[in-house]
C-alpha cells in the first residue's frame, strides 16, 4: 500500500488542537530547522500542548540531535517527554568512528552497503522504560558503546531518538539513507492481520473486516430489543397477500357477491394490516430508549496521563432530533484537562465499500459546544446512533486512579517485586499483568487495595499472550446467558474486541481484524523485544522495564463509567432530557514503571 506524506514548512502548519493530527500517524522532526525552533517558543505553546496531546493519545514522533542535541533537549522538555536523556555531544575531528550497528539494522541479512562514518554524535543515554533500538559497541577510536536510535514510551504513544542530524552529511551522503527509512517505517507500520503467521492473505476484492465496525455492530445490538425473525416476515407477507387476493375476492363475489365492495374491503384490509405490523413492531421493539456504551481507560503512572476511550450506540423508539453531551467522570481524573472531550459520530473505514448506499443522517448536524456536544442529530424510529469519543487529563499525584512501587528482586533479578495500589472507588475484575512477553493472573483488585505482586512470580515463566486471546478472560460472569440472546451469531463480543484492539500487532494475536482506525490504541509494540544490534553475529534482546495491568469494572456498576452522556430532546421548542437505560462496558488498562534497583 503507497505511503501518503506531507511536508511542514513553518510553524503555522501545525495544529492548535491535537484533533487536528487524527489523520496522521508519524510526525518527523529535524531540530536543525525553524520548525523546531519555532515550536519551542512561548507564543507556541498552544501548538505545542496539542502536539503533546497527540504524542499522548497514541502519536509517533522521530526527532534527530546530533549537533543540534540542545534544541532537541529543549523540545522533548517542552514536550514533556523525559525518558532519555542527552548528556551531550561527542565530537571527535580526526576519528571517524563507524556506525556498523546502523548497518547492520538496516540489511540484517547481508551487509551490502558501506556503513557510515561519522565524527560527531550526540551522547544519550536511555532511563530503563526505554528502548535501544540501535546501538553501536566500542571501538579503538571511541571506547564507549553508544545508543544510537532509541524508543522512548510517552503515554500511548512513542518518541523515537535519533543521535545523529538528518539534514545534514554524512547522514544525507550515506547510500543506506533509503533503506534506513524503508526499515524505520515497516518497524512502525501496523500488522496486516491477513500475513501473520500461519494465515492466508486477506481476499482484497471483499469488505475488509475492520475492528472499528465491529465495535459499531456489538454496540448496535441491543439484547433487550429482539429481531423479529424474517421466516415469520415472509410468512405474514404472503399471508398478507393472500387476504387482500383471494379471500377478498371470495368475500365480495361469493359471499357478499357485491364486486364492487372490493374498493372498501381493499382498503380496509390494507389499513388493518398496517396498523397491524405497527403494533407488533412496537410491542416487540417497546418505547424504551438504551444506551450500549464502552469505555477503554489508558492510564500512564510515569506521565500522569489519564485518558479515556468511548463508543456509545443510542437506540431511539421514536423519530426526532436529539443533543448529545459528552463529559468525563471526575473520579477518574481530577487533575489538568489536557484536551477538551472530543464527541462525534462514529464514521468506520468499510464505509468506502458503501458507497451507494443511504446515509442515517439525511440532516447536518450541529456542534452545540465544540468539540464535545453535538445538536439535531435526526434519528428515525427504531434505529441507532452510534458515536465515538475520547477525553485526556493530567492527573493530580495525590489523587492518581493508580499508583506502585516496583523493582527488581534482589535475590533473584529476574523476578520483580513491590506494590501496586487501586485508589479508585470501585473493584477491577478479571486483572492480568503483563511482563514482557508473558501475562500473569492478578484476579480481582478491590477498590482501595494495595496489593503485593511477590507470589506473581514476574519475570518467571508465565502465560503466553496467546492463551490470554484464546481464554474467556475479561467477559462478564453472565457472557454465556448473553451470547444465547443474541440476535446474530456473528456479533463478536465486547471483551474479545477489547482483546484484539489493545494489543492488536501482537505476533501472537489470533483475530483477524484490520485496525486501520484505532492504530492509536494499540500498545502491543510495549510488549515486543527489540534487539540491540552489535557488529557481532549475537544480538541482545531487552524489553522495556514496565507492567501492564489490564482488567475490567463490573458492568452492573454504571457510576463507575469514565464518562457520561447526557441526552435530550426539543419538544415545543423546550429540550426535555432522555434517560435511557444504559448497557455498560468498562475496561482499564495501566502502564506501571518498575524502578532501577536501588543499591
Not at 539534514?167 to 507500520?189: C, H, T, Y
Not at 481507560?297 to 437506540?315: A, N, P, R, Y
Request: neutral net charge.
Amino acid at each position: 500500500m503507497p505511503r501518503k506524506f506531507s511536508v511542514l514548512n513553518t510553524i503555522h502548519d501545525l495544529p492548535n488542537q491535537a484533533l487536528g493530527y487524527s489523520s496522521l500517524d508519524t510526525l518527523i522532526i529535524s531540530t536543525s530547522s525553524t520548525l523546531s525552533s519555532d515550536l519551542i517558543k512561548e507564543a507556541n505553546s498552544e501548538k505545542r500542548s496539542a502536539l503533546s496531546a497527540w504524542l499522548l493519545s497514541g502519536g509517533t514522533l522521530l526527532v534527530d540531535s546530533g549537533a543540534h542535541y540542545e534544541s532537541t533537549k529543549s523540545l522533548l522538555a517542552a514536550l514533556g517527554v523525559t525518558g532519555c536523556n542527552i548528556e551531550g555531544l561527542d565530537s571527535n575531528p580526526k576519528g571517524l568512528r563507524t556506525l556498523n550497528g546502523l548497518n547492520r539494522w538496516v540489511t540484517p541479512l547481508v551487509s551490502q552497503l558501506l556503513p557510515m562514518r561519522i565524527n560527531e554524535i550526540a551522547k544519550l543515554t536511555p532511563s530503563p522504560s526505554a528502548q535501544t533500538i540501535i546501538r553501536e559497541s566500542s571501538e579503538p577510536s571511541d571506547p564507549a558503546v553508544r545508543p544510537i536510535l532509541v524508543q522512548i514510551p510517552f503515554g500511548r504513544g512513542r518518541v523515537f531518538l535519533l543521535a545523529l542530524g538528518m539534514e545534514g552529511p554524512p547522514f544525507i551522503n550515506w547510500d543506506g539513507q533509503q533503506s534506513f527509512w524503508d526499515k524505520f517505517l515497516v518497524e512502525i507500520s501496523p500488522r496486516n492481520p491477513g500475513f501473520a503467521q500461519g494465515k492466508f492473505p486477506p481476499d482484497t476484492t471483499s469488505i475488509r473486516p475492520e475492528l472499528a465496525s465491529e465495535i459499531q455492530r456489538a454496540l448496535e445490538t441491543f439484547a433487550e430489543v429482539p429481531t423479529f425473525p424474517f421466516g415469520w416476515v415472509a410468512l405474514l407477507m404472503l399471508a398478507y397477500l393472500f387476504i387482500i387476493g383471494p379471500i377478498d375476492y371470495f368475500v365480495t363475489h361469493y359471499w357478499l357477491k357485491k364486486p364492487e365492495l372490493t374498493w372498501f374491503t381493499f382498503l380496509i384490509a390494507v389499513v388493518v394490516a398496517t396498523w397491524g405490523a405497527w403494533a407488533g413492531a412496537n410491542a416487540l421493539k417497546g418505547d424504551d430508549s438504551r444506551l450500549n456504551k464502552l469505555d477503554i481507560m489508558d492510564v500512564d503512572i510515569s506521565s500522569g496521563c489519564v485518558q479515556g476511550t468511548s463508543w456509545m450506540s443510542f437506540f431511539s423508539p421514536t423519530p426526532g432530533n436529539y443533543s448529545f453531551t459528552f463529559r468525563a467522570n471526575p473520579a477518574w481524573s481530577s487533575g489538568e484537562s489536557l484536551t477538551l472531550p472530543d464527541l462525534g459520530i462514529l464514521e468506520t473505514p468499510d464505509r468506502t465499500f458503501r458507497g451507494a448506499s443511504q446515509s442515517l443522517f439525511r440532516k447536518p448536524y450541529e456542534y452545540n459546544s465544540f468539540p464535545s456536544s453535538l445538536d439535531q442529530v435526526g434519528i428515525p424510529a427504531w434505529a441507532c446512533a452510534t458515536l465515538e469519543g475520547s477525553w485526556q487529563k493530567k492527573s493530580n499525584p495525590a489523587s492518581a486512579p493508580f499508583s506502585a512501587d516496583l523493582s527488581h528482586s534482589r535475590v533473584e533479578t529476574v523476578l520483580i517485586t513491590g506494590t501496586i495500589s487501586n485508589n479508585l472507588s470501585f473493584d477491577l475484575n478479571e486483572c492480568n499483568l503483563f511482563y514482557q512477553e508473558s501475562w500473569y493472573n492478578l484476579g480481582r483488585f478491590l477498590a482501595g487495595e494495595k496489593r503485593r505482586i511477590d507470589m506473581l512470580q514476574l519475570g518467571g515463566k508465565g502465560q503466553s499472550i496467546q492463551q490470554w486471546n484464546d481464554l474467556k478472560i475479561l467477559a462478564p460472569s453472565n457472557w454465556n446467558n448473553q451470547k444465547s440472546n443474541s440476535s446474530s451469531d456473528n456479533i463478536f463480543p465486547i471483551h474479545r474486541l477489547v482483546k484484539a484492539l489493545v494489543f492488536h500487532d501482537h505476533p501472537e494475536a489470533g483475530d483477524l481484524l484490520y485496525n486501520s482506525s484505532l492504530r492509536k490504541l494499540d500498545t502491543s509494540w510495549r510488549l515486543k523485544q527489540v534487539a540491540e544490534t552489535f557488529l557481532s553475529e549475537s544480538a541482545r534482546l531487552r524489553h522495556p522495564e514496565e507492567i501492564i495491568l489490564v482488567g475490567r469494572v463490573d458492568s452492573k456498576n454504571t457510576s463507575a463509567a469514565p464518562t457520561t452522556l447526557s441526552l435530550s430532546k426539543k419538544a415545543n421548542g423546550n429540550p426535555i432530557p432522555i434517560i435511557p437505560s444504559i448497557n455498560q462496558d468498562t475496561f482499564v488498562r495501566v502502564v506501571i514503571p518498575i524502578q532501577p534497583l536501588k543499591p
